[in-house]
């Protein structure tokens, strides 16, 4: 039986299991670390099989800084949600998105951002499902190999900035239609 529950500092050894697919970023101790230490309540797990994590989401609650030429209000941001391939589709990945939401909306935020890969169409349709949306398009946002190009088209994979609304924003202005075709570069983004 799946629990859910906040990662421990000793989990932290633990979640490269989860890690095994090409869309999921793998970072270092230290930031998994300061996510903890900051964010705990959004930094959380799906344990199954005595203990074993097979499913985690790492988030946080900011806004950009007050000179941001597209400055963003008070929002919770999905940095990693990832579900060991063995695991998926059973409904974890859902659990653990409405949980950060959950925590976000009692948190007085606007709404809950993330970024995807615009060639990942499971987790963009996973998301929709959600009630997610494409808010921007975000031009080469992904670095395709260790030099930071892409041997195909000189740049990196775009991203879609995808959000969903929380009940503050109740006349939903952080969200768009057709957010696909609305443009920006990396350095745009916050």
Not at 154 to 159: F, R, V, Y
Request: negative net charge; glycine residues 6%; contains cysteine.
């Amino acid at each position: 039986m799946p629990i859910v529950r906040r990662v421990r500092p000793t989990d932290l050894l633990s979640l490269n299991l989860c890690n095994l697919d090409s869309y999921t970023e793998n970072y270092d101790l230290n930031f998994y670390l300061t996510y903890l230490m900051k964010w705990p309540s959004l930094f959380q797990c799906v344990e199954e099989d005595g203990g074993k994590i097979v499913a985690y989401i790492m988030g946080k609650l900011e806004t950009s800084p007050p000179h941001h030429p597209y400055p963003l209000p008070w929002h919770g941001h999905i940095t990693i949600l990832t579900v060991s391939p063995h695991y998926r589709r059973l409904g974890y990945a859902k659990l653990l998105t409405s949980s950060l939401e959950r925590t976000c909306n009692q948190s007085s935020a606007w709404f809950v951002d993330l970024y995807v890969r615009a060639s990942n169409k499971l987790a963009i349709d996973m998301y929709r499902k959600m009630g997610y949306s494409v808010f921007r398009r975000v031009v080469m946002y992904y670095s395709d190999n260790p030099n930071g190009t892409s041997e195909d088209e000189g740049g990196g994979e775009d991203a879609f900035d995808m959000r969903k609304p929380l009940d503050r924003d109740k006349e939903r202005k952080h969200v768009r239609e057709n957010g696909e075709e609305f443009r920006v570069s990396p350095e745009d983004v916050y």
